[in-house]
């Protein structure tokens, strides 16, 4: 959901309405009651937890040790069955 503010209170209000948006706000920002723009969280912050997540994942996978006695290829099977 998207939060309207006026142009003016915009403008006089920035610092807040970023930490709202760095807290995951969304605002539209009109001009004489009509959108002209979206202020909303950049889109690099979620690609970079995203490669951070996964990397994360990978460390933890290398650093477990292997598990003897399954069979992953019949466990598959059966998940399909």
Avoid: W
Wanted: a positive charge.
């Amino acid at each position: 959901m998207n939060l309207e503010i006026g142009s003016y209170e915009a403008k006089t209000k920035l610092p807040e309405l970023l930490r709202g948006v760095q807290a995951g706000k969304r605002y539209t920002i009109t001009l004489r009651g009509e959108p002209v723009a979206d202020l909303v969280p950049a889109e690099g912050t979620k690609q970079a937890d995203a490669v951070t997540a996964v990397e994360a994942m990978r460390q933890f996978i290398r650093a477990a040790p292997p598990v003897k006695g399954i069979d992953l290829k019949a466990l598959i099977n059966k998940g399909r069955a």
